[in-house]
C-alpha cells in the first residue's frame, strides 16, 4: 500500500509542562526537543513521533502518514488535485521540522490538515524511555492509531477509502456510526466516529508488554 503508516501526530496545545510531564513520566516517551515554544518527542528509533506545538487549543494540529516512495507524493498530489483538494509541497524548512525527506500537505474534506511523508529520519543513538519500559509496538506497524470526530460520516469514508487507499477494517452504525481503517498490519491505524462532533477523538500507543500499560495506569 502507498501509505504504510502514521508516521507522527501534532498536537495543538499551551500546557507544554503538563504534556512534557505526562508524555515521559506516564506514557515513557523520550524527550528530543525542549523549546520554549513546542515540544518533540520519541518513541523509537524515528527522530520524532509526537509533537506538541505550543499553539492554544487542545485540538489535532496535524497527521503524518508515510507513503512508500518519492513517487507516491506525485501520485497522491495529483490525484487530489483532480477532485479540487489544493495540494502544498513541504518546504525543506518544514521536512527538517518534521525530520523526513520529502512531504505534500492537505486538508481533508472537514478541514484536518493531513501530510504525507517520505523516508522519516532515524536517529542513530538508541531510544531513551522517559521510564522504565519494554518499548513501543511501532515498526511497521507505525506509530499507533488515530481517531476523529465527524459530523456526516459518509462523507469522509469515501475520501480516506477511495482517494487515499486505506482499507476498511470494521464499520458500524447502531448506536453509533464507525469506520475503522488500516494501512498496514494493526487492525486500525485511523478511524471515524460519526458522533455530530468535529475534532480530535483520541490516539493510540501500543507497548510491548501489558505490564507497561498497568504501570501507566498506576501512574
Not at 509533537?51 to 502518514?65: K, N, Q
Given at each position: 500500500?502507498?501509505?504504510?503508516?502514521?508516521?507522527?501526530?501534532?498536537?495543538?496545545?499551551?500546557?507544554?509542562?503538563?504534556?512534557?510531564?505526562?508524555a515521559?513520566?506516564?506514557?515513557?516517551?523520550?524527550?528530543?526537543?525542549n523549546?520554549?515554544?513546542?515540544?518533540?518527542?520519541?518513541?523509537?528509533?524515528h527522530k520524532?513521533?509526537?509533537?506538541?506545538?505550543?499553539?492554544?487549543?487542545?485540538?489535532?494540529?496535524?497527521?503524518?502518514?508515510?507513503?512508500?516512495?518519492?513517487?507516491?507524493?506525485?501520485?497522491?498530489?495529483?490525484r487530489?488535485?483532480?477532485?479540487?483538494?489544493?495540494?502544498?509541497?513541504?518546504?525543506?524548512?518544514?521536512?527538517?521540522?518534521?525530520?523526513?525527506?520529502?512531504?505534500?500537505?492537505?486538508?481533508?474534506?472537514?478541514?484536518?490538515?493531513?501530510?504525507?511523508v517520505?523516508?522519516?529520519?532515524l536517529?542513530?543513538?538508541?531510544?531513551?524511555?522517559?521510564?522504565?519500559?519494554?518499548?513501543?509496538?511501532?515498526?511497521?506497524?507505525?506509530?499507533?492509531h488515530?481517531?476523529?470526530?465527524?459530523?456526516?460520516?459518509?462523507?469522509?469514508?469515501?475520501?480516506y477509502?477511495?482517494v487515499?487507499?486505506?482499507?476498511?477494517?470494521?464499520?458500524?452504525?447502531?448506536?453509533?456510526a464507525?469506520?475503522?481503517?488500516?494501512?498496514?498490519?494493526?487492525?486500525?491505524?485511523?478511524?471515524?466516529?460519526?458522533?455530530?462532533?468535529?475534532?480530535?477523538h483520541?490516539?493510540?500507543?501500543?507497548?510491548?508488554?501489558?505490564?507497561?500499560?498497568?504501570?501507566?495506569?498506576?501512574?
Open positions: 500500500m502507498p501509505i504504510n503508516g502514521l508516521s507522527y501526530l501534532g498536537v495543538n496545545s499551551s500546557k507544554l509542562d503538563d504534556w512534557s510531564e505526562y515521559q513520566k506516564c506514557l515513557g516517551m523520550q524527550l528530543v526537543d523549546g520554549r515554544q513546542n515540544l518533540t518527542l520519541r518513541m523509537d528509533d520524532q513521533r509526537l509533537t506538541i506545538t505550543g499553539e492554544p487549543g487542545e485540538s489535532l494540529a496535524f497527521m503524518g502518514w508515510e507513503v512508500e516512495s518519492k513517487s507516491d507524493l506525485e501520485m497522491y498530489a495529483s487530489l488535485n483532480k477532485i479540487g483538494i489544493e495540494v502544498f509541497s513541504g518546504e525543506k524548512s518544514l521536512a527538517d521540522r518534521r525530520f523526513v525527506n520529502d512531504l505534500i500537505y492537505f486538508f481533508d474534506p472537514t478541514g484536518n490538515l493531513i501530510e504525507l517520505y523516508s522519516p529520519m536517529d542513530r543513538n538508541p531510544f531513551e524511555p522517559g521510564r522504565p519500559i519494554s518499548g513501543f509496538k511501532t515498526g511497521p506497524f507505525g506509530m499507533g488515530a481517531v476523529l470526530h465527524v459530523k456526516e460520516i459518509e462523507t469522509l469514508i469515501p475520501f477509502r477511495d487515499l487507499d486505506f482499507k476498511v477494517s470494521d464499520y458500524s452504525y447502531d448506536p453509533i464507525l469506520c475503522f481503517f488500516h494501512v498496514n498490519g494493526r487492525h486500525h491505524s485511523f478511524a471515524l466516529v460519526g458522533s455530530g462532533k468535529t475534532g480530535f483520541h490516539f493510540m500507543i501500543e507497548y510491548n508488554n501489558l505490564d507497561d500499560v498497568g504501570q501507566g495506569y498506576d501512574l
